[in-house]
């Protein structure tokens, strides 16, 4: 673990992402934590074997500390969650083989048949097509909101969700992927208190922060339940591995490792040395990367080719979003979307003319990545409910990274030619 300073103030999150949850002198000395290659371990005594168990599955506290099978938990895994926990300010925290893993232990963990979820729109295409497909199919019900900002409209699509069955889950994403749609936290918070007081039960109110990321928003200290992140994107940051994390109370974060043994979606100790490796440059990654999307996100929105650009930090100044953005977040990211002046055909002619930007789906690694969502990353959603959210055929997502902004802007604009 870090070393408290004494009488010191806690340690900033830069310090956190690099030392915590390690402490070398529990690995001979190594300065950096070793890759726990291992699938199972070793009991001192048949006796201790029967108390690590017992601590385990039934939380008896008898002092037995140690691991005894990789599914259950390493200590790679030790070190990512308490460096999570620690960023994102929750008791605990729970790591998973993937973003997607995470929100379905989250999901199959909290609710039951005859359950609603109460979620925000746009979402991920991979929760949204979770939540229209397997989640459906074991009647448990999703009802979406468009306007997460404005009280009234809010409450209306509540009582539209209590109509549907027990609210068990308000799933919120924010800002959303892929047109940084801004949800207010509080907001949902009061209005999860409307629901308690209506229906007799309070609904966890989980959030996806993966577009920002621990570094610019904290949705556990603005009282949300769960934090939800695709560790795959700006913690891994290299787009080389594949994880996810939810933070929050020791209470909910124990039902998670126990859902998460039993589905075998645990994060392995490979990935997990990758990732907690990964955590001491996030911040340094995150800040470059923000520079160059403010600088990109101009060029775009000044370009005659480009009809709109959906970046944070054009968020327009007295409206609602705007307010919620400035109470909300510290940071505008690196990843939102634009329209171009055509058509299917023109986006396509833009991606394949692009030399330096790669085509590819997911974000928040150190290269650009562009995509066009209709056809990849939310092909499964539905045409009508893509374009109620503003995914259209025109519509590309951009992930920006730490290259030299420069060479970004000079494919950028020579790739426009071709729209
Ligand atoms: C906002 C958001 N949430 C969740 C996920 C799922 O994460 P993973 O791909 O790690 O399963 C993604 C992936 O793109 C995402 O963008």
């Known amino acids: 673990m870090s070393k408290a300073i004494s009488n010191g103030p806690p340690p900033h999150p830069e310090t956190l992402a690099v030392g915590h949850g390690y402490d070398p002198m529990a690995a001979g000395g190594a300065a950096k934590p070793p890759a726990y290659m291992t699938s199972t371990f070793v009991y001192p005594s048949a006796a201790e074997a029967k108390r690590l168990h017992e601590a385990f599955f039934d939380g008896v ?53 005859g359950d609603v979820v109460l979620h925000s729109r746009p979402l991920y295409g991979g929760t949204e097509a979770l939540l229209a497909g397997e989640v459906a199919r074991l009647g448990i019900k999703s009802v979406g909101f468009r306007n997460g900002v404005d009280r009234q409209p809010l409450a209306v699509d509540a009582e539209r969700a209590m109509a549907e069955g027990s609210v068990g889950v308000i799933w919120v994403e924010t800002p959303a992927n892929p047109t940084a749609t801004i949800v207010d936290i509080a907001l949902v918070l009061a209005i999860a208190e409307d629901i308690a007081r209506a229906q007799g039960r309070r609904p966890l109110v ?10 610019m928003q904290n949705p556990l200290a603005l009282g949300a339940d769960l934090c939800m992140t695709s560790l795959t994107k700006y913690a891994g940051g290299h787009c080389d591995l ?10 909910l974060i124990s039902r998670l490792k126990m859902v998460r043994t ?43 080719k480009v009809a709109s650009v959906t970046y944070l930090g054009f968020t327009p100044p007295g409206t609602s979003a705007r307010a919620v953005f400035e109470r909300q977040c510290r940071g505008t990211g690196s990843t939102f979307s634009f329209r171009i002046r055509g058509d299917e055909a023109a986006a396509f002619r833009l991606l394949d003319a692009l030399k330096v930007l790669r085509l590819a789906v997911s974000l928040g690694g150190t290269e650009t990545l562009i995509c066009h969502p209709a056809s990849t990353t939310h092909y499964a959603v539905p045409r009508e409910r893509r374009e109620e959210v503003g995914i259209d055929d025109a519509t590309l997502r951009i992930s920006v990274g730490i290259e030299h902004v420069e060479d970004l802007a000079a494919d950028l604009v020579q790739a426009l030619e071709a729209v």
Do not use: Q
């Open 61 to 113: 506290e008898n002092g037995a500390t140690g691991h005894i099978y990789g599914r259950l938990g390493h200590p790679g895994l030790d070190i990512v969650e308490a460096r999570l926990a620690a960023l994102d300010g929750g008791e605990d925290a729970a790591c998973f083989a993937s973003g997607m893993a995470a929100i379905t232990a989250i999901l199959l963990a909290f609710l039951a048949p």
């Open 242 to 251: 594949l994880a996810g994390g939810v933070s929050g109370s020791i209470a």
């Open 262 to 304: 039993l589905f075998g979606s645990t994060l392995d100790a490979h990935t997990a040395w990758l990732l907690a490796r990964s955590f001491e440059t996030m911040s340094l990654r995150n800040e470059r990367a923000a520079e160059n999307a403010a600088k990109i996100a101009a060029l775009l929105r000044d370009h005659p």
């Open 206 to 215: 989980c959030v996806d922060n993966t577009f920002l990321g621990p570094f």
